[in-house]
């Protein structure tokens, strides 16, 4: 963590272990008061942990084996939003930000930006990454957390087969 106004640097964790691959993609609750984050041990399957951002102790909210990656905050701060290839196929997941059970997203197509109104999503829909092609879409929604009214690609790259 960092201050702009003071300029001191603290750090929220560290992973257990030196020969851990680490801590990373942080993000922040919507109430500023948690970061949610992944931890990716020696063995390299990360997972999602929380931890307040005043300090304190972690708490892991995937088990163990769910790899997931592109960690997001629900609008309203009560799920962690996240992809997963968990089921076989890779999809959007969501898990209460106390953890718990993991069930599919309904509303969110993909895990990006959320505006700070709830109401728009920005992401990366790489579902097609290892065909070569990527794309950077938008969402609006009916209301923070409603359901998708409009999604259109703002940028996209074709498929070089």
Known sequence: MFSLETGEKRCLT??????????????LS??????????SSTGGMPEIYTVALSGGT??????DGTSPWDPMWSSDGQHIIF??????LSRVWRIPAVGGAIEPETVYPGTGTLSRDGRRLAYVDA???FQGSVAIS???LSSAGGQVVSQNRIIASESRT
């Open 58 to 63: 972690l708490r892991q909210i995937t088990p």
């Open 83 to 88: 992809n997963s290839a968990r089921s076989g």
């Open 30 to 39: 919507p109430d500023g008061k948690t970061v949610a984050f992944l931890r």
């Open 127 to 129: 579902r097609r990454f």
């Open 138 to 140: 938008r969402v609006a």
């Open 14 to 27: 560290a992973p257990p272990l030196s020969s851990d691959l680490g801590d990373f993609a942080p993000t």
